[in-house]
């Protein structure tokens, strides 16, 4: 059984066309080899799959389901059954499909062998294409019916089949062969190969493939044998022919499948004959077109023979120069030039003839003496045996083109100078990034002449080189898209290392066809732009963290208030030696300092009332030398050296003091490991040379305080950021990001400047120049005594939004006596003032409240009386209110937070003026 099964797996092989063989649930079975070959699948993707889902569901095909879902079960075979597809491997194809069930026998499942022919080119040739070729192929049968199987499957496809023994003697033909060749069983079967119909198959291109190729190669495919039989008339035939060993000691048998292609020849020759008929029709028309053609150009086309004589030329070569056709072929072509040209025309053609072409510009002479700019382009002219027969040539009317190129050449002349005259850099580049053409101000910009980049250098050559790679693809990206690009900025290297910021214009430059020939623009120099854009943000950041200060400044004012007004009043009603008391006044100070630094806050943000009076910058200095001892640790060395001579400067100290905090935090925070800490102080002299590294030049004399450590330093980049808002280079929960900030915030508005000195690893220098002042008189003046809380009678109206603030000045002022009248925003002070403008002798008003300011409430109340008394209270000076403007309104303002005592002393201060 396993020699038969390969027997009629030999037989599918061998057939041509495409067979199939399903089991019952329309699982495929078997495959012919030429399925796979034909709709372009592999085995493992094909058998055991249901015939549905072969190529991802490709063979989901309606009239398939039909033929073997509904047909076959009924009728058992069926041939010629047209399915039209399209495949996505193969495209759309039309097919006839043979089928046949077969029992396989008693209480074997049947199957279902399909045999596949393609005819799609037939189709074709039907229509008028007229091509076809049939694929046929063969499928065997089950191994438990194999010969029964074999027989169907012989029988199932459409082309001639036979197979023939070790002798040659036909074992099997199948029904085509009996049908196409009109002979019967009887006189076939068992009989030899060549004595078939009388004879008629010794046919020695036939021998020669049975008994010369096949034993030689065992298979041989598309072997054209033409004969005449008597039967059918001349045929001319393909054979496929196998040579199949049966098994062991068996003799082998040689299967022989035949396609007819006599009308596909018959029509290959027509085709051939129609092709020759029409390719002379064609050259015909060819040649009375390229006449047409000749005569419709308007440039000079001519055929000279070797002497320079004419042989041919068009219309336009006689409506051009005047002469007649007659004139023209008695004429050489040197006949039609200046006299001063013809030897270079003549020397054009000697080279044509020498070397295959050429080109020569000319003038030609009319018939009636007029001069004509001509282009000509002359070349060898070869008859099909390669043999020089003449010289051709063309010429083209150039008059207009000089003219242009005359005016291109002053146009580039104007361009050239307005190039070279222009303080931005014009250039172009190839579309590998090489210079064509540079402007001279590359030069100034950039330290390079034009000719030593032109054609040498690229652009991305000046960007930096750790940039280089990513701007360069950047760019190139950029050239691939053809885009047009403004505006775009970029860093460039300057022949002397330093970096030159520039903005670039740029658009591409396309052939006739859209390629891209390379781009030009302009480049501008903005490195100082950018320098100035730069410390504009730096100021804008500077403001912005201000505006968030003062905010916050104001709203803890408020709280900070509270706490100082009751602690002030639980303090006062303990007695001097007890113990709450003294808590009282521990937290009275921790107010204080909270106070104090909510202030330092408002300096940064340039909305407090800073304390200007003449300080010492020395005993600043000394003064917090235990402090700053104890604040950076014992493992840090801590020297002070101040100056040999006081430092007057106008200053508010606590400011000062809170700058020298910041820097010596930082330092301790940079030397770990230990190091030395040195805060000096000194006299210094400024010129222009020496504030050349500052922000503004001030000359004059400075008290320069220097705060340097030896802790791990900061690169260049990190110098230009820590006085940012925000930023840090300490760890989560280490540090704010404002210190540095605000103490630049404090030395600008004392009109200081800061400079910081660094490099990796080798620690850090803070200088601090600050203008000295000369007042020297007030420094050690003592403090005026404080004035005495005196009590009062007056009605007072107090406008607060906060209501614990509001409660506490209420507390305060009717505890001495006044009587009060509270209001919680703008507009309800206002309401309650015209109520009770009779009696309400002074205002004490916020500044900041909702739905109206405390200025605007001032400016209400005072149109209705314009002798009332105004005290304004905040946490910051607004730029609403000016000094200017409480003088002249006779108004007052008091800074929060404030003590009780203050805010009484104010008041009646106020009232008794």
């Given at each position: 059984?396993?020699?038969?099964?390969?027997?009629?797996?030999?037989?599918?092989?061998?057939v041509?066309?495409?067979?199939?063989?399903?089991?019952q649930?329309l699982?495929?079975?078997?495959?012919?080899?030429?399925?796979?070959?034909?709709?372009?699948?592999?085995?493992?993707?094909?058998?055991?799959?249901?015939?549905?889902?072969?190529?991802?569901?490709?063979?989901?095909?309606?009239?398939?389901?039909?033929?073997l879902?509904?047909?076959?079960?009924?009728?058992?075979?069926?041939?010629?059954?047209?399915?039209?597809?399209?495949?996505?491997?193969?495209?759309?194809?039309?097919?006839?499909?043979?089928?046949?069930?077969?029992?396989?026998?008693?209480?074997?499942k049947?199957?279902?062998?399909?045999?596949?022919?393609?005819?799609?080119?037939?189709?074709?040739?039907?229509?008028?294409?007229?091509?076809?070729?049939?694929?046929?192929?063969?499928?065997?049968?089950?191994?438990?019916?194999?010969?029964?199987?074999?027989?169907?499957?012989?029988?199932?496809?459409?082309?001639?089949l036979?197979?023939?023994?070790?002798?040659?003697?036909?074992?099997?033909?199948?029904?085509?062969?009996?049908?196409?060749?009109?002979?019967?069983p009887?006189?076939?079967?068992?009989q030899?190969?060549y004595?078939?119909?009388?004879?008629?198959?010794?046919?020695?291109?036939?021998?020669?493939?049975?008994?010369?190729i096949?034993?030689?190669?065992?298979?041989?495919?598309?072997?054209?044998?033409?004969?005449?039989?008597?039967?059918?008339?001349?045929?001319?035939?393909?054979?496929?022919?196998?040579?199949?060993?049966?098994?062991?000691?068996?003799?082998?048998i040689?299967?022989l499948?035949?396609?007819?292609?006599?009308?596909?020849?018959?029509?290959?020759?027509?085709?051939?004959?129609?092709?020759?008929?029409?390719?002379?029709?064609?050259?015909?028309?060819?040649?009375?077109?390229?006449?047409?053609?000749?005569?419709?150009?308007?440039?000079?086309?001519?055929?000279?023979?070797?002497?320079?004589?004419?042989?041919?030329?068009?219309?336009?070569?006689?409506?051009?120069?005047?002469?007649?056709?007659?004139?023209?072929?008695?004429?050489?072509?040197?006949?039609?030039?200046?006299?001063?040209?013809?030897?270079?025309?003549?020397?054009?053609i000697?080279?044509?003839?020498?070397?295959?072409?050429?080109?020569?510009?000319?003038?030609?002479v009319?018939?009636?003496?007029?001069?004509i700019?001509?282009?000509?382009?002359?070349?060898?002219?070869?008859?099909?045996?390669?043999?020089?027969?003449g010289?051709?040539?063309?010429?083209?009317?150039?008059?207009?083109?000089?003219?242009a190129?005359?005016?291109?050449?002053?146009?580039?002349?104007?361009?050239?100078?307005?190039?070279?005259s222009?303080?931005?850099?014009?250039?172009?580049?190839?579309?590998?990034?090489?210079?064509?053409?540079?402007?001279?101000?590359?030069?100034?910009?950039?330290?390079?002449?034009?000719?030593?980049?032109?054609?040498?250098?690229?652009?991305?050559?000046?960007?930096?080189?750790?940039?280089?790679?990513?701007?360069?693809?950047?760019?190139?990206?950029?050239?691939?898209?053809?885009?047009?690009?403004?505006?775009?900025?970029?860093?460039?290297?300057?022949?002397?290392?330093?970096?030159?910021?520039?903005?670039?214009?740029?658009?591409?430059?396309?052939?006739?066809?859209?390629?891209?020939?390379?781009?030009?623009?302009?480049?501008?120099?903005?490195?100082?732009?950018?320098?100035?854009?730069?410390?504009l943000?730096?100021?804008?950041?500077?403001?912005?963290?201000g505006?968030?200060?003062?905010?916050?400044?104001?709203?803890?004012?408020?709280?900070?208030?509270?706490?100082?007004?009751?602690?002030?009043?639980?303090?006062?009603?303990?007695?001097?030696?007890?113990?709450?008391?003294?808590?009282?006044?521990?937290?009275?100070?921790?107010?204080?300092?909270?106070?104090?630094?909510?202030?330092?806050?408002?300096?940064?943000?340039?909305?407090?009332?800073?304390?200007?009076?003449?300080?010492?910058?020395?005993?600043?200095?000394?003064?917090?030398?235990?402090?700053?001892?104890?604040?950076?640790?014992?493992?840090?060395?801590?020297?002070?050296?101040?100056?040999?001579?006081?430092?007057?400067?106008?200053?508010d100290?606590?400011q000062?003091?809170?700058?020298?905090?910041?820097?010596?935090?930082?330092?301790?925070?940079?030397?770990?490991?230990?190091?030395?800490?040195?805060?000096?102080?000194?006299?210094?002299?400024?010129?222009?040379?020496?504030?050349?590294?500052?922000?503004?030049?001030?000359?004059?004399?400075?008290?320069?305080?220097?705060?340097?450590d030896?802790?791990?330093?900061?690169?260049?980049?990190?110098?230009?950021?820590?006085?940012?808002?925000?930023?840090?280079?300490?760890?989560?929960?280490?540090?704010?990001?404002?210190?540095?900030?605000?103490?630049?915030?404090?030395?600008?508005?004392?009109?200081?400047?800061?400079?910081?000195?660094?490099?990796?690893?080798?620690?850090?220098?803070?200088?601090?120049?600050?203008?000295?002042?000369k007042?020297?008189?007030?420094?050690?003046?003592?403090?005026?005594?404080?004035?005495?809380?005196?009590h009062?009678?007056?009605?007072?109206?107090?406008?607060?939004?906060?209501?614990?603030?509001?409660?506490?000045?209420?507390?305060?002022?009717?505890?001495?006596?006044?009587?009060?009248?509270?209001?919680?925003?703008?507009?309800?002070?206002i309401?309650?003032?015209?109520?009770?403008?009779?009696?309400?002798?002074?205002?004490?008003?916020?500044?900041?409240?909702?739905?109206?300011?405390?200025?605007?409430?001032?400016?209400?109340?005072?149109?209705?009386?314009?002798?009332?008394?105004?005290?304004?209270?905040?946490?910051?000076?607004?730029?609403?209110?000016?000094?200017?403007?409480?003088?002249?309104?006779?108004?007052?303002?008091?800074?929060?937070?404030?003590?009780?005592?203050?805010?009484?002393?104010?008041?009646?201060?106020?009232?008794?003026?």
């Amino acid at each position: 059984m396993t020699q038969l099964r390969a027997y009629d797996e030999s037989i599918i092989n061998t057939v041509r066309e495409p067979l199939i063989v399903l089991d019952q649930d329309l699982r495929v079975v078997i495959v012919s080899r030429s399925f796979y070959e034909f709709f372009k699948v592999k085995p493992e993707e094909t058998v055991g799959q249901h015939i549905y889902n072969l190529g991802n569901k490709q063979w989901d095909i309606p009239k398939l389901r039909e033929l073997l879902e509904t047909i076959l079960p009924e009728k058992t075979a069926f041939d010629n059954y047209e399915v039209e597809h399209d495949f996505a491997t193969i495209g759309r194809r039309i097919m006839l499909l043979n089928a046949r069930q077969i029992e396989q026998g008693m209480g074997k499942k049947r199957i279902i062998l399909l045999a596949i022919e393609d005819i799609t080119e037939r189709k074709k040739i039907e229509a008028g294409l007229e091509k076809t070729r049939n694929e046929l192929a063969i499928i065997k049968k089950s191994a438990d019916e194999a010969h029964e199987f074999a027989d169907s499957v012989i029988n199932t496809v459409r082309e001639p089949l036979i197979s023939l023994d070790q002798d040659l003697r036909v074992v099997t033909v199948s029904r085509s062969f009996y049908e196409f060749f009109k002979v019967k069983p009887e006189e076939t079967v068992g009989q030899h190969i060549y004595d078939l119909g009388n004879k008629q198959w010794d046919i020695p291109k036939l021998r020669e493939l049975l008994e010369t190729i096949l034993p030689e190669k065992t298979a041989f495919d598309n072997y054209e044998v033409e004969h005449d039989f008597a039967t059918i008339g001349r045929r001319i035939m393909l054979l496929n022919a196998r040579q199949i060993e049966q098994g062991m000691g068996k003799k082998r048998i040689i299967l022989l499948a035949i396609e007819d292609i006599t009308e596909r020849k018959e029509m290959e020759a027509h085709l051939e004959k129609t092709r020759r008929e029409l390719a002379r029709n064609r050259l015909k028309e060819e040649e009375k077109f390229i006449e047409n053609a000749l005569n419709t150009l308007q440039d000079v086309f001519f055929v000279l023979d070797l002497d320079g004589r004419f042989i041919r030329w068009n219309k336009t070569m006689s409506s051009v120069t005047g002469y007649t056709d007659r004139e023209i072929s008695w004429k050489k072509i040197t006949d039609f030039f200046r006299e001063d040209e013809k030897k270079r025309v003549f020397e054009a053609i000697l080279k044509v003839i020498e070397g295959g072409s050429a080109s020569v510009d000319a003038i030609v002479v009319t018939k009636d003496g007029r001069q004509i700019a001509y282009a000509f382009s002359v070349s060898i002219l070869n008859d099909v045996q390669n043999k020089t027969v003449g010289i051709t040539g063309v010429g083209r009317d150039v008059t207009e083109r000089n003219k242009a190129e005359a005016a291109i050449r002053k146009s580039e002349e104007r361009f050239r100078q307005i190039a070279e005259s222009t303080k931005e850099w014009i250039w172009e580049v190839n579309n590998e990034g090489f210079y064509t053409y540079s402007g001279n101000v590359v030069e100034e910009m950039l330290g390079y002449k034009p000719e030593e980049i032109v054609g040498k250098m690229r652009f991305f050559d000046f960007f930096p080189a750790d940039l280089r790679e990513q701007m360069k693809q950047d760019a190139l990206k950029s050239f691939a898209q053809k885009k047009i690009f403004k505006k775009h900025i970029n860093a460039n290297v300057h022949r002397d290392g330093s970096i030159v910021i520039l903005e670039k214009d740029g658009a591409p430059i396309l052939s006739d066809t859209g390629d891209l020939i390379g781009y030009r623009g302009i480049d501008v120099d903005i490195t100082i732009k950018q320098h100035l854009e730069s410390q504009l943000r730096h100021a804008q950041k500077m403001e912005a963290i201000g505006t968030l200060a003062g905010g916050i400044a104001h709203d803890f004012n408020n709280i900070l208030n509270v706490i100082m007004g009751y602690g002030a009043m639980v303090a006062d009603t303990l007695e001097a030696g007890s113990p709450a008391r003294e808590n009282m006044n521990e937290v009275l100070i921790a107010a204080d300092r909270a106070a104090d630094l909510t202030r330092r806050l408002l300096v940064f943000s340039r909305k407090d009332i800073v304390k200007i009076m003449p300080v010492d910058i020395n005993k600043i200095i000394l003064g917090l030398k235990k402090m700053l001892a104890r604040i950076i640790g014992e493992s840090i060395e801590f020297n002070i050296e101040p100056a040999d001579m006081p430092l007057p400067v106008l200053a508010d100290a606590g400011q000062i003091e809170q700058i020298l905090m910041n820097l010596a935090v930082n330092s301790k925070d940079a030397m770990r490991e230990g190091g030395r800490l040195t805060i000096s102080a000194g006299l210094v002299e400024v010129d222009d040379n020496y504030l050349a590294e500052l922000e503004e030049k001030r000359p004059g004399q400075y008290a320069l305080i220097t705060v340097a450590d030896t802790g791990h330093g900061m690169d260049k980049e990190t110098q230009k950021k820590i006085f940012e808002p925000f930023f840090t280079t300490k760890g989560v929960g280490e540090g704010t990001g404002l210190g540095l900030a605000i103490s630049y915030g404090i030395v600008k508005q004392h009109n200081g400047y800061t400079n910081v000195y660094s490099e990796p690893e080798q620690g850090t220098v803070f200088k601090i120049y600050l203008p000295l002042s000369k007042d020297t008189a007030s420094l050690e003046k003592d403090k005026e005594a404080a004035a005495p809380v005196k009590h009062g009678n007056e009605t007072v109206l107090v406008a607060e939004d906060d209501a614990s603030m509001r409660k506490l000045m209420t507390i305060v002022l009717e505890s001495f006596g006044y009587n009060v009248i509270a209001a919680v925003d703008g507009e309800d002070a206002i309401e309650k003032f015209m109520k009770n403008k009779e009696r309400i002798n002074i205002a004490i008003l916020d500044m900041i409240m909702p739905k109206k300011t405390g200025k605007e409430v001032g400016e209400a109340i005072q149109k209705e009386n314009a002798e009332i008394k105004i005290l304004f209270a905040s946490g910051y000076t607004m730029d609403i209110i000016k000094d200017k403007e409480l003088a002249k309104t006779g108004s007052d303002f008091i800074h929060k937070p404030f003590r009780p005592k203050d805010l009484l002393i104010k008041v009646r201060e106020i009232l008794d003026r």
